[in-house]
Nanobody, 126 residues
Framework: QLQLVESGGGLVQPGGSLRLSCAAS????????IGWFRQAPGKEREGVSC????????NYADSVKGRFTISRDNAKNTVYLQINSLKPEDTAIYYC???????????????????WGQGTQVTVSS
């Protein structure tokens, strides 16, 4: 069974940091581009960041540039999202998603993704 499992969320104070992980099981991520998305209560899902299969191409939403860093370790079949300088508006459920491609690209829209994790909650509050 193909699965993506997110972890690393939690409650953190403003200005704090978290590292989210997205681990794949049942398939290898070598030829998959990965995206991180988030959805806050009452808001639409938004693309946060994405990374190509080799890691050579990345994208970030303007709201997180300079604070979030996406990376991947294909040997561990895991993609990471390091989130620093957290703000209350970063509070959301964070999801990772994957789609297969041979191109060195990724997507910030969720429409192109085939596999989704169940999400991990990030809450930023003092």
């Amino acid at each position: 069974q193909l699965q993506l499992v997110e972890s690393g969320g939690g409650l953190v104070q403003p200005g704090g940091s978290l590292r989210l992980s997205c681990a794949a099981s049942g398939f290898t991520l070598d030829y998959y581009s990965i995206g991180w998305f988030r959805q806050a209560p009452g808001k639409e899902r938004e693309g946060v960041s994405c990374i190509s299969s080799t890691g050579g191409s990345t994208n970030y939403a303007d709201s997180v540039k300079g604070r979030f860093t996406i990376s991947r370790d294909n040997a561990k079949n895991t993609v990471y999202l390091q989130i620093n300088s957290l703000k209350p508006e970063d509070t959301a459920i964070y999801y990772c998603a994957a789609f297969w491609t041979v191109q060195a690209m990724c997507l910030m829209s969720g429409l192109g993704y085939d596999y989704w994790g169940q999400g991990t909650q990030v809450t930023v509050s003092s």
